[in-house]
């Protein structure tokens, strides 16, 4: 699997070293990962619900509630476990996804790269920077995590997860980087 999560050719720069994300950064991933996938997993299960009791009641016309978990198939089971199986496969990923990410500060331009199964490599003129956002939601908090959001003229993009003090030290370097370069109006 390590061949697959090395970044190659179409997303590395030649010269450029990209700088990792600390490694509790995948605590945070996975536990967001978490919450997204039990929110899904309730509303799908009430959905499901809804749904088999809704197409019991109208074919029977009963109203015993006995009959009704009758009539639930074991299928039903085996769509309590499909988030179960989904997170698994998820937990994996979320590390090789931590090793493919990085960012670097060039001379002229921010590289980021992101993605396991889309990668992405995105390269920013420190010119075209209009805003430098520092964030951290509760969870990033607790692991002692932030956020770097850089908003451009074409839509924005993220340095996710790194210390506090590196997201503090990426924000003004990116904001003077900016004022160097912007161009002139």
Known sequence: MRRYISPEPPFTVDGVTMTRHPERAVCVNRIASAFVILTMSVLLGMLAALITTLVHLLLTRSRDW??????????????????VALYAWRFDRIKA???FRGYHLGTEELYLRTGL?????????YARIQEVNVVSDPIQRHFKLATVTITTAGGSDAIADVDP??????REQLTELARERRLPV
């Open 97 to 99: 996804a931590w090793r």
């Open 165 to 170: 003090q590196t997201a503090q030290r990426l």
């Open 117 to 125: 199964l889309t990668r992405k490599l995105t390269v920013l003129a």
């Open 66 to 83: 006995h009959e009704l978990l009758d009539w639930w198939h074991p299928a039903m089971t085996a769509l309590a476990l499909l988030p």
